[in-house]
């Protein structure tokens, strides 16, 4: 049951980084190229920054009102 839920977690973990990576890009990167320049950086990290504290927001969120239900079980 342990490697199962460890399965599930890194599922969830590769699923997050898939679609930050999609949605960043999509937000920061008008011409792909070789590199990036400051700007294109400068927005990604701040992107990412972003995403990530919504996801940790939600999650909390999601979390608390799971265990709100169960303790009303």
């Known amino acids: 049951m342990e ?3 460890v399965q599930i977690a890194v599922a969830n973990a590769q ?3 898939q679609r930050m990576t999609d949605k960043c ?3 920061c990167i008008g011409k792909p190229g070789s ?3 400051n700007s294109e950086q400068k927005c990604i990290a701040m ?3 972003r995403y990530m504290d919504a996801w940790n ?3 909390r969120a999601y979390n608390s ?5 169960r303790a009303n079980m």
Not at 65 to 69: M, S
């Open 15 to 17: 699923e997050l980084l």
């Open 57 to 59: 927001t939600v999650s």
């Open 35 to 37: 590199s990036l320049d």
């Open 25 to 27: 890009f999509r937000k």
């Open 3 to 5: 490697q199962v839920k």
């Open 65 to 69: 009102r799971l265990q709100r239900e």
């Open 47 to 49: 992107c990412m920054d």
